[in-house]
């Protein structure tokens, strides 16, 4: 039936533009300056792990916090999935610690504002060990936070 054929090829043409998007969107993602995505051993990402990398000297954040910052996130094959910093272009974002991934609010509780951290995250604290099919990654995570203000 020629309808259906159409029907399918408009179908198949939408789900080649999501994935071109999709695609365009991750390239658009970068780094912060001066910081690097690199691969990890999923398998060895058993708990919430915090490193300072700049101490900063402001407030110190609560988990109701809400603070502006910037960030960069990756998966374990070094891909980053999500970023502040689109092509170059680096637009911090407010929200609140009670609002976001579990390894976020565990991670950034008791840090100081201006500080610089990195957060390696098992997957039962970000978005869950399995891919839900929701677009969002699955498995251990890793971020660069830059805590710029609280709100």
Known sequence: N?????????????YQKQIEASEAAKKAN??????????FDANSVK??????????????LNKD??????????????EIFD???KEGAVSPIDFGLSGVIEGWTEGLTGVKVG????????GDMAYGNEDRGDGRPFGPLVFVVEVIELK
């Open 83 to 85: 970023s502040t910093n």
């Open 2 to 14: 020629q309808n259906q054929a159409n029907d399918q090829q408009v179908a198949l043409d939408a």
């Open 65 to 78: 916090s809400t603070i502006s910052s910037n960030y960069f996130g990756w998966t374990s094959d070094g």
């Open 47 to 60: 708990k919430l792990v915090v490193e300072i990398l700049k101490q900063g000297d402001g407030k110190v």
């Open 30 to 39: 970068q780094p912060l300056k001066g910081y690097t995505a690199t691969k």
């Open 115 to 122: 500080s610089t951290v990195k957060l390696t995250i098992p």
